[in-house]
Nanobody, 124 residues
Framework: QVQLVESGGGLVQAGDSLRLSCAAS????????MAWFRQAPGKEREFVAV????????VYQPTVKGRFTISRDNDKNTVYLQMTSLKPEDTAVYFC?????????????????WGQGTQVTVSS
């Protein structure tokens, strides 16, 4: 039914850029808050960024603010995470998530749908 499929992860060097994509299907995409989370080995899932229905009012985790940009294309049912100035501590599996609500939240339990994740590895 509802599917979120991430892509674009890979192995890069510190300072490089990478763009993640999340293709959604089976939902009214433009009526879902979309977010990115990440999880490093041995750590809890961590909020990265969230954006409103029309691409409005993005919120970022403080350590990525100014480096990452979340955006969405409702015609393509796709949300993106443009990552620049990558650091080794950004290494994690990155997940996209959807919330059937207008309110943007930053905790994982607020989200209804999840992708399988895409690995981002940043070497030093």
């Amino acid at each position: 039914q509802v599917q979120l499929v991430e892509s674009g992860g890979g192995l890069v060097q510190a300072g490089d850029s990478l763009r993640l994509s999340c293709a959604a299907s089976g939902l009214t995409f433009s009526r879902h808050v979309m977010a990115w989370f990440r999880q490093a080995p041995g750590k809890e899932r961590e909020f990265v960024a969230v954006v409103g229905w029309s691409g409005d009012n993005p919120v970022y985790q403080p350590t990525v603010k100014g480096r990452f940009t979340i955006s969405r294309d409702n015609d393509k049912n796709t949300v993106y995470l443009q990552m620049t100035s990558l650091k080794p501590e950004d290494t994690a599996v990155y997940f996209c998530a959807g919330r059937n609500n207008i309110v943007r939240v930053t905790y994982p339990s607020g989200y209804d749908y999840w992708g399988q994740g895409t690995q981002v590895t940043v070497s030093s």
